[in-house]
């Protein structure tokens, strides 16, 4: 799976909206990605040291990217690094037998 640190600061929106780590939580679970309020927490608190993250003093806690925050640019992947990356690292036979039997297994065989 896709770094779950990496996952909760991709689902936060930028200011003047804001989310609160149980609706994050309750996203992340959708997404089959168990995780406790307090690491959720914690993360945030490790991130905004690092990024133009910002949590608002309100209860329960809202977060959001700074207004002035660039984009994220993740580099140019090539098609079986996106693929990995997609499918958190496992490998992409998986993925693709799941999803796209007919399409992509051919190329990865």
Do not use: C, H
Request: charge should be neutral; aromatic fraction near 6%.
């Amino acid at each position: 799976m896709v770094n779950d640190t990496l996952l909760r600061q991709w689902m936060i929106p930028r200011l003047p909206r804001k989310i609160d780590t149980l609706t994050l939580q309750s996203k992340l679970e959708q997404q089959d990605y168990r995780i406790d309020v307090r690491t959720i927490q914690r993360d945030l608190n490790k991130l905004s040291r690092a990024l133009p993250l910002i949590g608002d003093e309100a209860r329960p806690q809202g977060w959001s990217w700074r207004a002035d925050a660039k984009a994220l640019d993740v580099p140019a992947l090539d098609p079986q690094e996106a693929l990995a990356f997609q499918n958190g690292g496992s490998p992409p036979q998986t993925f693709v037998a799941d999803r796209y039997p007919e399409l992509s297994a051919p190329v990865l065989r």
